[in-house]
């Protein structure tokens, strides 16, 4: 029997609640996900990658299905060698979705076995980002209400 293996991928620098969402709402759909921490050139983290790994370890540390990689390169190469077949995305707003889109469409042209899986923020989290987290963080301010409990800073 073929599994349904699903790479989740992205900085997570932090892990927010917001992506804790989508991997709770996306483990049910899939008999493994992969949480695959890639390398962004555009994106200075501002936590290693192993502090990114143990958190996500933490918080998924009773759900089997939840693993975390860390991986460079191209995700559809990365894809491959996990035998993922999914890529899952979460889509905050219209402007999220439309370059979100255009990866998704670039991957299927590299590689046409895989498909890209869209789920949408929980109202709630919607607003949640690493980007303004880390801007808060920066400033000095308390972050915790966005994070999940293991995410110590």
Same mark, same amino acid.
């Given at each position: 029997?073929?599994?349904?293996?699903?790479?989740? @991928? !992205?900085?997570?620098?932090?892990?927010? $609640?917001?992506?804790?969402?989508?991997?709770?709402?996306?483990?049910?759909?899939?008999?493994?996900?992969?949480?695959?921490?890639?390398?962004?050139?555009?994106?200075?983290?501002?936590?290693?990658?192993?502090?990114?790994?143990?958190?996500?370890?933490?918080?998924?540390?009773?759900?089997?299905?939840?693993?975390?990689?860390?991986?460079? !390169?191209? #995700?559809?190469?990365?894809?491959?060698?996990? %035998?993922? &077949?999914?890529?899952? &995305? !979460?889509? &905050? =707003?219209?402007?999220?979705?439309?370059?979100?889109?255009?990866?998704?469409?670039?991957?299927?042209? $590299?590689? @046409?076995? $895989?498909? #890209?899986?869209?789920? #949408?923020?929980?109202?709630?989290?919607?607003?949640?980002?690493? #980007?303004?987290?880390? %801007?808060?963080?920066?400033? !000095?301010?308390?972050?915790?209400?966005? $994070? @999940?409990?293991?995410?110590? =800073?």
């Amino acid at each position: 029997m073929n599994q349904r293996i699903c790479l989740f @991928p !992205g900085s997570f620098d932090p892990l927010t $609640l917001g992506h804790v969402d989508i991997i709770e709402r996306a483990m049910h759909l899939f008999d493994r996900l992969v949480i695959g921490i890639g390398s962004n050139s555009s994106k200075q983290a501002m936590f290693s990658v192993e502090q990114r790994a143990e958190w996500i370890r933490q918080v998924f540390i009773k759900e089997p299905k939840v693993s975390v990689q860390v991986y460079k !390169g191209l #995700t559809v190469d990365f894809c491959k060698e996990i %035998d993922a &077949r999914y890529i899952l &995305r !979460g889509i &905050r =707003y219209v402007s999220d979705f439309e370059y979100e889109r255009a990866i998704a469409d670039m991957n299927r042209s $590299l590689a @046409p076995e $895989l498909e #890209t899986i869209f789920l #949408t923020s929980s109202a709630q989290h919607a607003t949640i980002s690493s #980007t303004l987290v880390r %801007d808060v963080i920066r400033n !000095g301010g308390n972050a915790r209400q966005f $994070l @999940p409990e293991a995410v110590q =800073y």
